[in-house]
Nanobody
Framework: QVQVVESGGGLVQPGGSLRLSCAAS????????MGWYRQPPGKQRELVAT???????NYADSVKGRFTITRDSAKNTVYLQMNSLKPEDTAVYYC?????????????WGQGTQVTVSS
């Protein structure tokens, strides 16, 4: 059974920092591309950052230079370090595990963790 579990969300003041964690089990973690997505209130889910099995990273323009995604395959965990947080970063943050092996795509999602940036 595959499980993807996020943690680390909470309330933080503008300019503050948070680190999100996502632990995955039931998959061969090292071959999956891991990603963080977010869904702001009243908006659609959007990409935040991804990290490939080879640790290549990709970021949304809105978070470049502020957020850092890393992975620890020994712990089957991916992290999102968020610095210089802004009120517009407020959202539910979701972790995703993605693998494409033709012709199948495998996608697993966590339940999400709330991040609120407010004074």
């Amino acid at each position: 059974q595959v499980q993807v579990v996020e943690s680390g969300g909470g309330l933080v003041q503008p300019g503050g920092s948070l680190r999100l964690s996502c632990a995955a089990s039931g998959i061969l973690f090292s071959i999956y591309t891991m990603g963080w997505y977010r869904q702001p209130p009243g908006k659609q889910r959007e990409l935040v950052a991804t990290i490939s099995s080879g640790s290549s990273t990709n970021y949304a323009d809105s978070v470049k230079g502020r957020f850092t995604i890393t992975r620890d395959s020994a712990k089957n965990t991916v992290y999102l370090q968020m610095n210089s947080l802004k009120p517009e970063d407020t959202a539910v943050y979701y972790c995703n595990a993605h693998l494409f092996v033709a012709p199948r795509t495998y996608d697993y999602w966590g339940q999400g963790t709330q991040v609120t940036v407010s004074s």
